[in-house]
């Protein structure tokens, strides 16, 4: 009993001075994991040791959450400065997360690469245990248990490719096979194995609220693992930077293409990853009413999440489980508070990353998502305050919907990794490349009526797309103005092969806002009429003083404000100008603009392998670009 407790206690802990230890307790001593995995309440303790790594320092906590996601064409970091291009947040928002050690955001040996490998071999202890003593095939509660660790893994070996490309390859226990370092593997070979596993696992988890497991979205459900499944098959179907064919580790830079999986004569075909997404999705929208569904509202949705404990059975299908007092969402991602209030009792607060300012203009003044995700202001002594133009935050999160505050960084908030409205765009998406124009716009109709709640208008706009081309443009927006914010963009944008492409469009739209200039996308034809709005802001405060009103910001109010009351915005910046003159200044705006990326994010899509986990693992190696070693 004390080798068993002992396995318990240091399953999180390979990579410590534990590991070397556990790895020998396990080999000689398969009683113990005969009576860990044959007992329920044992095997679930060694399934919390596989959540256990998101919520350890150095990994989603305060790393990946931070870090992945930022810059699209929808979000930014917004502390950015061209006077510190070098900065090593900077480095890795603008897509050169620096080689060496001098990034030490990343490049760290406990860091998020080996912390994903920790849950990983976690994951495979449970898997190989259960396998062998669970008795899965008559134990409903064991299956489950088999059923999470395999969704779990997919979970963070999907991660590990979106920031690393090629990574090693492991599916069994280090202490059966003994390699306890290994080189990297092509990808699509874990693709093929996530999505096994996935396409075995749904067969044993639980629906939403199926199970007193599943009652809530911190623990896996059938329909996240359906929806993760569809998630996995559009990266494996997309686009994305490989080595050169043969060349893994020359440092030479591949082209951007499909993954081979999708090649005819390989392992599924042209279009089989479609069709299982597409399959995948319908599974999770053939329960829409009785277990998932979207919400009544957009604003619902993100009010619910900062209640931190979200319910299952409605449009959440996973979130990030972190405990009450860990992790660090709204510290990076909340609208900013300068100063303690009655909403957040800590100064500067919230605030480093939001949307590109040019994103408010991608919605319909009628879409109800654009000012829950758009705020032009902060707070600050206790009331809102507009904000410089380079600044604007997300709305989705804001310390004034929270029930409690907590001291310090952490706010306990559970980051959600999947909404219902993603399995509805993912299956239009699909439903698109297979060539089903009228089940795309089905699907596409629930996502876009919650925002206008508006036959009239939705019917319209839907009746405008007649083609495949215009299809995949409508998802392309739909999915940008759906997901800003919350880690989705980025991956989008990588498998669709659009990174640069979409980068550069959003740069071209805010210089030609900064210049009061209409500019037509080439990517998706929309004109933005940036010459309709005007060249100075007023603002004035409701009657309870604190919440702002703002004329000057959208298309059409080039004018002065009728009525009285209201105030120029004249903030004087440091060097005494105006913030007309500010926002014009060749080399503050627009520099601040071109930093959106310093280095070619089509070839610096990845993140380099950091010297601490090559020094680690010495089979390691760099592609993309980056320094060998």
């Known amino acids: 009993m004390k080798k068993l407790i002992y396995i318990l206690a240091c399953a999180g802990l390979l990579a410590t001075s534990c590991g070397e230890d556990l790895l020998d307790t396990r080999s000689s001593s398969s009683s113990d994991s005969a009576t860990m995995f044959s007992n329920e309440t044992y095997a679930e303790a060694a399934i919390m040791n596989i959540y256990r790594q998101f919520g350890v320092d150095k990994s989603y906590r305060n790393r990946w959450l931070v870090y992945y996601g930022v810059n699209t064409d929808t979000e930014w970091y917004v502390g950015a400065s061209p006077d510190k291009p070098t900065d090593t947040k900077t480095l890795i928002y603008t897509y050169n997360p620096s080689y060496d050690d001098a990034n030490s955001q990343l490049n760290e040996s406990n860091g998020q690469f080996a912390l994903a490998y920790t849950a990983i071999e976690n994951a495979n202890l449970a898997i190989a245990g259960l396998r062998k003593y669970g008795n899965v095939e008559s134990n409903a509660g064991m299956r489950y248990l088999l059923g999470e660790a395999l969704v779990l893994r997919a979970l963070f070996y999907h991660d590990l490719i979106k920031a690393w490309g090629d990574v090693p390859a492991r599916f069994q226990p280090i202490g059966e096979t003994g390699d306890v370092v290994k080189p990297k593997s092509d990808r699509d070979v874990i693709y093929q194995q996530i999505i096994g596993d996935l396409e075995e696992a749904v067969n044993y988890v639980y629906w939403p609220n199926e199970s007193g497991k599943t009652g809530l979205t911190t623990r896996v459900n059938k329909a996240f693992a359906y929806g993760l499944l569809a998630r996995v098959c559009l990266s494996a179907a997309g686009y994305s930077q490989r080595p050169d064919e043969g060349q893994i580790g020359t440092g030479n830079v591949g082209q951007n293409r499909r993954s081979k999986l999708t090649e005819s004569g390989q392992v599924w075909g042209d279009n089989a990853l479609y069709k299982t997404a597409l399959d995948a999705c319908k599974e999770v929208i053939a329960k829409e009413n009785a277990c998932v569904g979207l919400e009544g509202s957009f604003e619902e949705i993100w009010r619910d999440m900062m209640k931190r404990e979200v319910a299952a059975g409605g449009e959440t299908l996973f979130v990030i489980p972190f405990a009450d007092n860990r992790g660090q969402w709204m510290n990076n991602y909340a609208v900013k508070h300068y100063t303690a209030d009655k909403y957040c009792g800590k100064a500067n607060a919230g605030g480093t990353i939001g949307p590109v300012p040019t994103f408010f203009y991608e919605f319909d003044k009628n879409d109800r998502r654009r000012d829950i995700s758009c705020v032009p202001y902060r707070w600050n002594s206790g009331k809102q305050e507009l904000e410089n133009i380079q600044k604007w935050y997300s709305g989705k999160y ?103 492409a979409s980068l550069d469009d959003t740069k071209a739209k805010m210089k030609a806002m900064l210049d009061h200039m209409s500019y037509t996308s080439e990517l998706t034809g ?45 903030s004087k910046k440091t060097d005494g100008t105006t913030e007309e003159e500010y926002i014009k200044s060749g080399t503050t705006a627009t520099a601040r603009i071109d930093m959106i990326y310093q280095y070619d994010p089509d070839v610096h899509m990845f993140w380099p392998m950091f010297k601490q986990s090559i020094t680690t693992n010495g089979q390691l190696v760099n592609d993309y670009g980056y320094p060998m070693q």
């Open 398 to 500: 804001r310390y004034e919907w929270m029930n409690e505050v907590i001291s310090g960084n952490d706010c306990g908030i559970k980051p959600i990794v999947m909404r219902y409205a993603d399995v509805l765009l993912m299956a239009a998406e699909a439903a698109n490349e297979l060539n089903d124009l009228d089940y795309a716009k089905v699907q596409l109709r629930k996502v876009r009526y919650r925002a206008f709640k508006s036959d009239n208008a939705v019917d319209t706009y839907l009746a405008s797309i007649g083609s495949k081309d215009a299809m995949f443009k409508a998802i392309y927006r739909e999915r940008m103005l759906e997901f800003n914010c919350e880690q989705v963009r980025k991956q989008d944008l990588i498998r669709w092969g659009l990174l640069k």
């Open 526 to 570: 929309k004109t933005y009429e940036f010459d309709l709005i005007g060249s100075k802001v007023y603002y004035k405060y409701d009657a309870d003083g604190e919440t702002i009103q703002l004329h000057g910001l959208d298309v059409g109010e080039a004018g002065d404000p009728e009525g009285t009351g209201w105030t120029l915005f004249t």
